[in-house]
């Protein structure tokens, strides 16, 4: 075995070019809403994902513990937070906290921490119109993707939830260009 010396340790601490040690992928993404439960009727109800389980309330009112692990202000409260699965991919943590300091504003993708969450569908025409029956609010339609992502059927379409979180649907049947390319898929849908 290799003995790890300093010059093999890259400045934001890792192996140089290993990245973590056993990195297997990404196992949960976690985001605060303002309400989990109608969080939870949503992705559950209109996208399928699955409710596996709660947890909360978490409170530390005489101790610095949420400032010093979750860097959010020390008297911020979790009341319950849910995990859910959702098909092949990773499985979400839904927070609704509360907070002396709570900013309750959705950012949005141009904004420092806008992010969304994309979800691959077999028929994205089928999919839309589910979404348009439960009256979700759908961002400019079904679009054909480009550039390296591009193929025959390939498309994608943003929508929000309730709430005002971007989520995307994608759907490519056929692959991508850059699968082609490359010899091999950043996602497999199976």
Known sequence: ????TPSDIHPYGSLMGKGFPGLRGVE?????????GEAVRFFTEVLGCEHLYDMGPFAFPDSTWM?????VHPRAEIPEFAVLRCANGANFEIFQYESPDQVRCWPRMSDYGGFHIAFYVDDMDAALEHLQAHGVRILGGKKPTFGPEEAKDSAFAHFLAPWGQLLELVSYPNG???????????WRPH
């Open 1 to 4: 075995m290799k003995r790890i």
């Open 28 to 36: 949960h993404v976690a985001f605060t809403v303002p309400d989990v």
């Open 67 to 71: 400032q010093d692990n979750l860097d």
């Open 176 to 186: 991508r260009r850059y699968m082609a390319e490359l010899g091999r898929s950043a």
